[in-house]
């Protein structure tokens, strides 16, 4: 099925271990986003991409790096995990004329210990 | 920069009682706005949006909004929910005039109904 698909869907790490989320979508749509969801907090952008090539911060960059080396993937990187970076992410997509993301991905959840 | 404000954090009624959750915004110039919903386990769902036009938006699985500019607000209605509707309820803006990329979203209502 189309669609926006996350990996992993559960990962463990340790404080200061690196690694990469993986977001990719089959609906050639030109922007994505990566979020965060926190109890309490809603959906906070972490970064996002207007297409293949190009990326922007969101509201909480700090700590997090993308790349978007291919239009259909989007990839989130922590490069020294931290305990505050314990969350669900989310990947979503848009094309170019949707005003709002249009399909999001089932969610990584992520625990730093 | 907007903002987007939900007050109601948690919310419990009875199968057939009447929801409005409130969604209240801070920009003053030309926006979109969005309710987007996330069964539990489940990723976010596009419910209804609005753009322009007739300011009473209507929704999948009967649910409506009415955008009131006078009062920046855009609450999310529905006459009789079901048990099926518990989830997270969440309201989101973004700019108008092209101002697509960053769509800012509210905390979030979580809806319990009880059957």
């Known amino acids: 099925n189309a669609g926006v698909t996350q990996t992993p869907k559960f990962r463990v790490l340790k404080t200061g271990q690196s690694m990469t989320l993986l977001c990719a979508q089959d609906?050639?749509?030109?922007?994505m986003y990566w979020y965060r969801q926190d109890p309490g907090m809603g959906l906070r952008l972490i970064h996002y991409?207007?297409?293949?090539?190009?990326?922007a911060k969101g509201e909480v960059p700090d700590g997090y790096n993308v790349s978007r080396l291919k239009k259909q993937n989007f990839l989130l990187g922590l490069e020294s995990a931290a305990p505050s970076q314990t969350s669900v992410y989310f990947c979503?997509?848009?094309?170019?004329?949707?005003?709002?993301?249009?399909?999001f991905g089932d969610g990584t959840r992520l625990s730093i210990l | 920069a907007q903002s987007v404000s939900q007050h109601n954090h948690h919310v419990i009624l009875s199968e057939a009682a009447s929801l409005e959750l409130g969604c209240n915004y801070s920009y003053g110039g030309t926006v979109n706005l969005f309710w987007y919903v996330q069964y539990p386990g489940q990723h976010l769902q596009l419910l209804l949006k609005?753009?322009?036009?007739?300011?009473l938006v209507k929704g999948i699985k009967g649910f409506e909004a009415e955008f009131i500019k006078s009062k920046f607000s855009f609450n999310l209605r529905k006459p009789s929910v079901q048990w099926s509707d518990t989830a997270e309820y969440f309201c989101a803006v973004n700019l108008g005039s092209g101002g697509y990329q960053k769509v800012t979203f509210g905390t979030g209502t979580k809806l319990q109904v009880i059957p």
């Open positions: 609906m050639n749509h030109e922007y």
């Open positions: 609005y753009f322009s036009g007739d300011p």
């Open positions: 979503a997509s848009r094309s170019r004329g949707a005003p709002s993301p249009q399909h």
């Open positions: 991409s207007v297409g293949e090539g190009t990326t």
